[in-house]
């Protein structure tokens, strides 16, 4: 994937141990390609509104998946499963860009085995959770985001912890890991877009309009799901 050089890059920034933010990691064309493979994507799996387990009361956020498992939350509670929950086919390929990040920021010699495509529209938000239904806990959670700028907020282990919050816009990467793999997180708010809408450019804009209506932000997390493989 080409993201530019890394003169122009900004420097990694590290929140809290384990958690890395990377400024612009995707640049213009990166950030290009990987809506259009994402749209690609939602044509096989179609978004879909999550439930919370117990109440059923709808998320704010729709989802998707690619790989070959994909994260699903209804009555039944939260859970790894190989197909779509609607249309009962397997999750599509994840895409190479999406490997290729991977690759260079996860720091993990596995492959991900889940991507969780998460929909904002202007208004949705993200309850503080932890990310813990995965079996190997070593691994991060490598987050990819497109579209609005997200007030991305953090805390500790505990969820009574004392919180920050930090701006993740277009092309931003964030890597949770290490000693913070388990902190609680979540998305307040957007922001209102201060440039032209990326996620209506052509050639993903008929999908992407219908799927992310205008302000709105398209965020890609990668897990690994699977305990570590024993020798």
Not at 82 to 92: I, K, Q, S, V
Not at 157 to 179: E, F, K, M, N
Not at 203 to 211: H, I, K, M, N
Request: charged share 20%; glycine share 10%.
């Amino acid at each position: 994937m080409d993201r530019g050089s890394d003169r122009r890059r900004p420097p990694l920034i590290s929140l809290a141990p384990g958690l890395d933010h990377h400024p612009g990691y995707l640049d213009a064309a990166a950030q290009a390609t990987l809506a259009a493979d994402l749209a690609s994507v939602l044509r096989a799996a179609p978004p879909f509104t999550p439930t919370m387990p117990r109440t059923g009361k709808p998320f704010s956020v729709r989802m998707s998946n690619c790989g070959p498992l994909g994260w699903v939350s209804d009555r039944d509670g939260y859970r790894y499963q190989p197909h779509h929950p609607e249309t009962g086919r397997p999750w599509p390929a994840m895409p190479a860009a999406i490997r290729d990040a991977w690759a260079a920021l996860a720091g993990c010699p596995q492959p991900p085995e889940a991507c969780l495509i998460n929909l904002y529209a202007p208004g949705a938000r993200m309850g503080l959770h932890q990310d813990r239904d995965e079996a190997d806990l070593s691994a991060p959670v490598l987050s990819l985001s497109l579209g609005a700028t997200a007030v991305f907020r953090f805390g500790g282990l505990r969820r009574g912890d004392p919180t920050r919050s930090v701006h993740l816009r277009s092309g931003d990467a964030l890597v949770i890991g290490g000693a913070s793999r388990l902190i609680f997180h979540g998305v307040d708010r957007l922001l209102p877009p201060a440039a032209p809408d990326l996620l209506g450019g052509a050639p993903a804009a008929p999908v992407l309009r219908e799927a992310v209506p205008p302000g709105g932000r398209l965020n890609v997390t990668l897990r690994r799901v699977s305990g570590p493989a024993r020798a």
